[in-house]
């Protein structure tokens, strides 16, 4: 679970404007940061399935969000790419 000082370090690197708290990038990076958390978790707890499913539908909707990214602007797509380090 991320703690609220680590959410808001998120949302200020990642946020497109001043008020921006809900736009893809916000969500992709916020998204992101819990993969990887439960991606660590789950190295040292095997059995955790149940964690494991959750993992599943995050990286989907990761997935989701990264697509509409794509087709809306490619430009601010590769940026955020580069930036989480994704790909490359």
Do not use: P
Not at 21 to 45: K, M
Not at 64 to 84: D, F, P, T, V
């Amino acid at each position: 679970m991320l703690r609220k000082e680590q959410k808001e370090k998120i949302i200020s690197t990642s946020k497109v404007h001043a008020a921006d708290t809900g736009s893809a990038e916000v969500q992709i990076a916020l998204l992101s940061e819990r993969i990887n958390l439960l991606t660590r978790h789950l190295t040292s707890s095997k059995k955790d399935f149940h964690s494991r499913t959750g993992l599943m539908k995050l990286v989907g909707q990761r997935k989701r969000l990264l697509a509409y990214m794509k087709k809306e602007n490619s430009g601010r797509y590769e940026k955020l790419i580069q930036r989480l380090g994704l790909r490359k």
